[in-house]
């Protein structure tokens, strides 16, 4: 679960990851491999987990239903999507954007940093703004 990139590395990020998710999922559908049925409670309490903990917290594992820490639960997506980010040429991208993301933090993190000092959206604004033009 994403939410809006305040930085075009973190948009390209995801877009690979998009393709690599939608490529995964059609090679398993063309070979009959059959969709994990997941309760709809469950991905309710994932989205909600996500967006409330981010990448600093625990997610929910859709296999087991568990909390799990946030960067195992995406290295295991890395494993599940190593094929097809292997033939799209995403798979050093994907990794350095993890490693960037783990080392300098999310747009969430930032905006929270932004907002502290003052307790100010307006400076939230200037600062996606400034790194928005500035890319």
């Known amino acids: ?8 590395e973190d948009a390209v990020l995801i877009a690979a990851l998009a393709r690599a998710l939608v490529d995964t999922a059609s090679a398993d559908w063309v070979s009959g491999k059959p969709t994990p049925a997941i309760r709809t409670a ?17 997610l929910i594992d859709p296999r087991s239903g568990a909390p799990v820490p946030a960067w195992t639960l995406l290295e295991d997506l890395l494993q599940l999507l190593a094929a097809a ?21 999310t747009g969430a993190d930032r905006q929270r940093v932004a907002f502290g000092p003052r307790q100010s959206l307006e400076d939230v604004v200037s600062d996606t703004s400034r790194r928005t033009l500035s890319s």
């Open 1 to 8: 679960m994403a939410d809006v990139c305040t930085d075009v």
């Open 42 to 58: 469950l991905l309710r309490a994932a989205s909600w987990r996500a967006a409330r903990s981010g990448l600093s917290g625990e």
């Open 85 to 105: 980010l292997e033939r799209s040429g995403d798979e050093g991208l994907v990794r350095g954007g993890f490693t960037r993301l783990r080392e300098h933090g």
